[in-house]
């Protein structure tokens, strides 16, 4: 069964920084596009950043300069670095993976969501 974890969530205060992972695990023959979302109260669920299987990154314009995304395919885990935080960044984060499970065909899969809180 395909999972996706999310850790590294937490509260930090304006100016701080957080790390976020997510760890892809079970069967999987192979990982394309993977993203962070995030979801802030009353608010609908937007693209933070994205990175494809060969590295290219994009952005939401509120993050530019501020948060970058990675990934180690051998892990298959991506990660989002989050500097210069501010009480806006506050929401649950989603990861995101568009995947091939073995023996089946891709799709795309959600974590549970990780809290991320920055206090002013």
């Known amino acids: 069964q395909v999972q996706l974890v999310e850790s590294g969530g937490g509260l930090v205060q304006a100016g701080g920084s957080l790390r976020l992972s997510c760890a892809a695990s079970?069967?999987?023959?192979?990982?394309?596009?993977m993203a962070w979302y995030r979801q802030a109260p009353g608010k609908q669920r937007e693209l933070v950043a994205g990175?494809?299987?060969?590295?290219?990154?994009n952005y939401a314009d509120s993050v530019k300069g501020r948060f970058t995304i990675s990934r180690d395919n051998a892990k298959r885990t991506v990660y989002l670095q989050m500097n210069s935080l501010k009480p806006e960044d506050t929401a649950v984060y989603y990861c995101?993976?568009?995947?091939?499970?073995?023996?089946?065909?891709?799709?795309?899969?959600w974590g549970q969501g990780t809290q991320v809180t920055v206090s002013s």
């Open positions: 079970g069967s999987i023959f192979s990982i394309n596009d």
């Open positions: 995101n993976a568009d995947l091939t499970p073995a023996g089946f065909y891709l799709r795309s899969y």
């Open positions: 990175i494809t299987s060969g590295g290219r990154t």
